[in-house]
């Protein structure tokens, strides 16, 4: 018995050794050549390599406990609401979004509601191993960054309940929704009571290991916690991932994680290798090529898919449109938390070995359409740029401009963009209300139909229980809608702070700002919503709902973009023949002293541009906003107004640049550019 387990695991790590520096040398991530040597040493390939799947499997759920310790570890509570007014957005919209994908293409395909349920779980995470490896080869801006790891943060978060979630389907071995509220209730309470008890002793107790400094004793500490925790979780009847999760947590609040991370990574690497091995094992490759068409099919969707919903959350989050574009091109992919709902799936026979076979492929595909997109991203971002409609890129720049004034009111009220908290809370719960009752109630209210003579399944069925179920929404609907008016006024008071004249051009400006953050709430309904519904209506019927609801929000966030064309000539005209009459007419020195301004924004300040030193290098050479905290809103050259001109224009000598920012920041920006 033991020399098998040695057997096992020296066929294993050689193989991935092998197989994962060839990888390696092109350029590939480890991962794939993991997968790969899993296949070399599965039981379909005949060559004479063979481990035994059951006691790899049983190492590999070593891997999933580490890798979610480590997860934990780098996950912060500050940090994740630092991150979450942005990032937030962006992700909320990405994983609902993907997770409607998802199940739309499972029901497409014909597939059972649990194996669509698992494919939009599947395909709603990114991988953080994938991101990491492309972002260590050609490294992005430190915005950039930032705002994709805050993304995968909120991921994180949201697959650790999903991991839950489906853990609960798979104990019962069906889609139980009568289960599942009491067990995320129960879940809720189990994890605030042991988070609250073991801050009280874990963070102290880890640095009184510290204090030691014994790295010996630390490893052994800090995986003692991690598998102890695990197994009180599973003991409770949750999954070890959760548990190995919240021993992350509690171990990083001691602000030590990175000692821990760093002697713990060549331990997690080894039984992260093992687990993507143990994955690779159970593809068939004959499954795989007989599948290949609906794993390609699946892989463009996820591409275009998660590119369209990161790059529209990114915008509207006031991320920037070069940010937003290589957030979109960074993202594309599925990973490793995917392959675990695969297994979870597979393990209590709620999806079959193709489903396996489809997700390992998806990974592989879009890990590989990721690295390829990356390494063009300059050209892809440059080539965007130039072809987005002139409305569009304004847009872009107004929003950009307005949340980090909201940042920045947040920062000097102390509360997140001045909202009350009962605001906060009220959305939230009528949010919750929405996505929770319309399954609940599409589930039990046929029976009651059928007894009063209308047959279940019939599309008189279906009407009828749309319009009880709008009836039941509508209070629910007014309460979220007042809520959100609530919300859109505090984030008007910071977006536009003291710069509201009661003017047409001010009034323009403030109904596009509501117009998109109606159009940002409107998405983050809408998504969870539909797929809540899915599996209790018809194909016809949902049809005509997704074709009256998805396409009506991008309407009005295309008609958003129209709308700042429209700003633009009733406000920004005046902008431009006010900076263009101050600048022609008067002198320099008057122009600086009198500077323009635009309902928004701060105060514009112009400046002349006269260092040599920087004449002919882009904006994003220059990288103004992250050295001095500055945005460009315009540039004037020869009589010609650019505004928020594109981050590939070059800036000259005798260029009269028009600012926003903060006292500090248009001082730092004087002395850059004299």
């Not at 919903?309 to 920037?320: D, E, K, N, R």
Request: with cysteine; proline share 4%; aromatic share 10%.
């Amino acid at each position: 018995m033991h020399g098998s387990f040695v057997k096992d695991i020296a066929l294993v790590l050689g193989v991935a050794a092998l197989i994962g520096s060839a990888f390696f040398r092109f350029r590939l991530p480890s991962i794939l050549g993991y997968l790969t040597a899993g296949l070399i040493i599965g039981p379909y390939i005949p060559i004479p390599l063979f481990a035994d799947p059951h006691r790899v499997e049983s190492l590999s759920e070593f891997g999933v406990i580490l890798v979610m310790f480590a997860v934990g570890l780098e996950f912060s509570i500050e940090k994740f609401f630092r991150v979450l007014p942005t990032a937030g957005v962006t992700a909320a919209l990405e994983i609902s979004g993907m997770f409607l994908v998802g199940l739309t293409i499972g029901y497409f395909l014909g597939w059972s509601t649990a194996q669509s349920i698992f494919l939009g779980g599947a395909l709603a995470i990114s991988s953080t191993m994938i991101v990491s490896k492309v972002f260590e080869d050609q490294r992005p801006t430190q915005g950039t960054r930032d705002h994709v790891f805050g993304v995968l943060v909120i991921q994180d978060m949201v697959a650790i309940l999903l991991l839950t979630v489906f853990g609960t389907f798979a104990v019962s071995k069906e889609i139980s929704l009568d289960s599942l509220a009491p067990t995320l209730a129960k879940m809720v309470f189990v994890v605030t009571s042991l988070t609250l008890l073991g801050l009280f002793v874990i963070p102290r107790f880890v640095k009184h290991i510290v204090a030691q400094n014994n790295s010996e004793v630390l490893i052994v500490v800090a995986t003692g916690l991690c598998f102890t925790v695990a197994l009180v979780m599973k003991s409770l009847g949750y999954s070890v991932a959760l548990g190995a999760f919240l021993a992350g947590v509690l171990v990083s609040e001691s602000g030590e994680s990175h000692r821990v991370e760093s002697i713990l990574k060549p331990l997690k690497d080894v039984f992260v290798a093992i687990f993507f091995v143990s994955v690779g094992m159970t593809v068939d490759p004959l499954i795989a090529i007989e599948v290949l068409p609906q794993s390609v099919l699946i892989s463009v969707a996820v591409v275009v898919s998660q590119f369209l919903l990161v790059f529209i959350g990114s915008v509207l989050s006031g991320s920037g449109l070069s940010r937003s574009l290589c957030s979109s091109i960074s993202l594309g992919q599925i990973g490793e938390f995917s392959f675990i709902i695969a297994a979870i799936g597979f393990g209590a026979g709620m999806v079959t070995k193709e489903f396996q076979a489809i997700v390992v492929s998806v990974a592989i595909l879009t890990s590989l359409s990721t690295l390829v997109l990356w390494n063009r991203s300059e050209f892809i971002v440059s080539n965007i740029s130039k072809k987005l409609p002139e409305s569009f890129r304004i847009a872009v720049g107004f929003y950009e401009t307005w949340f980090r004034r909201m940042r920045d009111f947040s920062a000097r009220e102390g509360r997140f963009f001045g909202v009350p908290k009962k605001v906060i809370f009220g959305l939230l719960f009528d949010l919750v209300l929405l996505i929770l009752i319309p399954p609940l109630f599409l589930k039990f209210l046929p029976a009651t139909l059928s007894h009063m003579g209308i047959a279940e399944g019939t599309v008189v069925s279906q009407v009828v229980l749309i319009a009880a179920l709008g009836a039941v929404l509508a209070p629910i609907i007014y309460g979220f809608v007042i809520m959100s008016s609530a919300l859109i006024a505090r984030l008007s008071q910071a977006a536009f702070s003291g710069d509201i004249d009661g003017s047409r051009s001010v009034s323009s400006v403030q109904r596009l700002f509501n117009l998109t953050i109606w159009t940002i709430l409107g998405l983050m309904v809408a998504f969870p919503l539909l797929a809540s519904i899915r599996p209790f209506i018809n194909n016809t019927i949902y049809t005509v709902l997704v074709l009256l609801t998805i396409p009506t929000i991008f309407y009005r966030l295309w008609r958003s973009a129209g709308k700042v064309a429209f700003e633009c000539e009733a406000g920004s005209e005046k902008l431009i023949s006010m900076i263009k009459r101050q600048t022609m007419i008067r002198s320099k020195a008057s122009v600086e002293s009198t500077p323009p301004s635009l309902p928004g924004f701060d105060n514009l300040v112009s400046i002349s541009m006269n260092n040599n030193n920087l004449s002919g290098k882009t904006i994003a050479e220059l990288n103004v906003r992250k050295l001095t905290g500055a945005t460009i809103v315009s540039i004037l050259r020869d009589g010609n107004l650019m505004i928020f001109p594109n981050h590939l224009e070059e800036v000259h000598v005798g260029d009269t640049l028009h600012l926003s920012g903060d006292e500090m920041a248009i001082e730092s920006c004087r002395e850059m550019f004299r």
